[in-house]
């Protein structure tokens, strides 16, 4: 399965017509990024504008997404971060983030309720974490001594674009960087974590 999401990312990418210069999407973000600094003057504020701006972004792409890979319901959590690495962020930025999977959360013991049914619902508590060898919003780029100690999550548009595009499917989650090369750590990485699984409104009875 695996092998088969990793050959419908690299087929999406190279059917997909509007490809962008990587030097100037990476400039383009990084000026977006300036602006945010210089209108907020506060990193975390810029960091909920960034994750709210990938949020809306997300909830657009999800569409496309679905349309032009054809992947239908996931099974479990896990075969989600197997997509959104694999197929997900290859299709549009061309990269394969690594996905690393938590052990899932204890069965309830006997006689305890669980705290939600349902395939996905059941999974609440199951997270991945993506990390990446490489990200093209981050080329160019060293931060500056105020922003590393006001805890600026440079590329935190791509959490956002997660969480978004996760919740149009009804999966609601978290998406937070834990780890950025530019802050000085080893890795980047973010961590995606499984609140709950959305019921579809149910749409209200005519009168």
Known sequence: ???????????????????VNAELFALTYGALVVQLIQDYEDYTEVNKQLDKMGYNIGTRLIEDFLAKSGIGR??????????????????????TPTVNHAVPPPPP????RPASTGPMQASAGSSFSL???????AEFVELPEEALEGGLWFS???CGVIR???????????????SDVLR????????VKMI????????????
């Open 1 to 19: 399965m695996s092998k088969q999401y990793k050959g419908i990312g690299e087929d999406l990418w190279k059917s997909r017509p509007e490809k």
């Open 74 to 95: 996931c099974a479990d959590f896990r075969e989600v971060g197997e997509v959104v690495a694999k197929v997900g962020f290859k299709s549009f930025l061309n990269i």
């Open 109 to 112: 013991s006997p006689g305890q």
């Open 131 to 137: 990390i990446f060898d490489e990200n093209p919003l």
């Open 156 to 158: 935190n548009v791509l």
């Open 164 to 178: 978004g595009a996760l919740e149009m499917v009804q999966m609601q989650v978290t998406a937070e960087f834990v």
């Open 184 to 191: 000085g750590d080893e890795t980047t990485e973010i961590r």
């Open 196 to 207: 709950k699984y959305l019921d579809e409104e149910v749409p209200p009875a005519d009168d």
